[in-house]
T-cell receptor, first 115, second 112 residues
Framework: DGGITQSPKYLFRKEGQNVTLSCEQNLNHDAMYWYRQDPGQGLRLIYYSQIVNDFQKGDIAEGYSVSREKKESFPLTVTSAQKNPTAFYLC??????????????FGPGTRLTVL | SQQGEEDPQALSIQEGENATMNCSYKTSINNLQWYRQNSGRGLVHLILIRSNEREKHSGRLRVTLDTSKKSSSLLITASRAADTASYFCATVPYNQGGKLIFGQGTELSVKP
C-alpha cells in the first residue's frame, strides 16, 4: 500500500518531556510537511522540508524540531519548550513543484496530550 | 498566519439539499484547494482550481474562483449523510515553495 503513516495514533506525555512523532511515506515525494490542528481550527504549518537534509520553519516552529535524513521520513520532536503542545498533529507530503498538482497527501494524524 | 477565512463556520442541512461553503483569502495565489476532514482523521484532497480557472467540477462538487474578489466557493449538490465532515480551503501563494495556507474550516452536518 502506498501512502503516509504516522505513529502513534495517540500519545501521552508528561510536562517537561520531549516526544517524537513519526511520519513515513512511500510515495517517493520530495516535500514533507508538519501541521498542528487545535479544536475547531484550521491547520498551521510547523516545519516543512523540500529535499533531504534541508528544512524550513513554518508559522509556529517555536518549541519544535525536525530532521530529514531520509527521503521517506520526517520525524517531529515536540520539546519541553513548547508551551501548549496538546493538539492533533498532521504530516503531509507532495511531489516537488513542476508536477501537475500541488496537492498534499495527509497521514492519519497523531493526537498528543500533555498530562 | 492563516490566509483563508471560511463562511459559514458551521452548516446543518437535510440530506438531498445543496451545501455551499465560501472561502476568502488575502494574497495572490497559484491555486486554491479544498480538503475534507472526517472527525479525528487526516485530510483528503477534494479538488484544486488554478488561478486562471473560474469554475471546476468533480462529481457532485462544484468549485468557483473569483481572483478579483479573492474568494472561492464549494458547492456540494444532493448532499448525503456521508458528506458530514469539516471542509477546508487552502491557498498556495506564489513563490512560497508550495506551502498550503488553510482556512479555519466549515463544519458540515447532513441529517438523514
Amino acid at each position: 500500500d502506498g501512502g503516509i503513516t504516522q505513529s502513534p495514533k495517540y500519545l501521552f506525555r508528561k510536562e517537561g518531556q520531549n516526544v517524537t512523532l513519526s511520519c513515513e511515506q512511500n510515495l517517493n515525494h520530495d516535500a514533507m510537511y508538519w501541521y498542528r490542528q487545535d479544536p475547531g481550527q484550521g491547520l498551521r504549518l510547523i516545519y516543512y522540508s523540500q529535499i533531504v537534509n534541508d528544512f524550513q520553519k513554518g508559522d509556529i516552529a517555536e518549541g519544535y524540531s525536525v530532521s530529514r535524513e531520509k527521503k521517506e521520513s520526517f520525524p517531529l520532536t515536540v520539546t519541553s519548550a513548547q508551551k501548549n503542545p496538546t493538539a492533533f498533529y498532521l504530516c503531509a507530503s507532495r511531489p516537488q513543484p513542476g508536477f501537475v498538482s500541488d496537492t498534499q497527501y495527509f497521514g492519519p494524524g497523531t493526537r498528543l496530550t500533555v498530562l | 498566519s492563516q490566509q483563508g477565512e471560511e463562511d459559514p463556520q458551521a452548516l446543518s442541512i437535510q440530506e438531498g439539499e445543496n451545501a455551499t461553503m465560501n472561502c476568502s483569502y488575502k494574497t495572490s495565489i497559484n491555486n486554491l484547494q479544498w480538503y475534507r476532514q472526517n472527525s479525528g482523521r487526516g485530510l483528503v484532497h477534494l479538488i484544486l482550481i488554478r488561478s486562471n480557472e473560474r469554475e471546476k467540477h468533480s462529481g457532485r462538487l462544484r468549485v468557483t474562483l473569483d481572483t478579483s474578489k479573492k474568494s472561492s466557493s464549494l458547492l456540494i449538490t444532493a448532499s448525503r449523510a456521508a458528506d458530514t465532515a469539516s471542509y477546508f480551503c487552502a491557498t498556495v501563494p506564489y513563490n512560497q515553495g508550495g506551502k498550503l495556507i488553510f482556512g479555519q474550516g466549515t463544519e458540515l452536518s447532513v441529517k438523514p
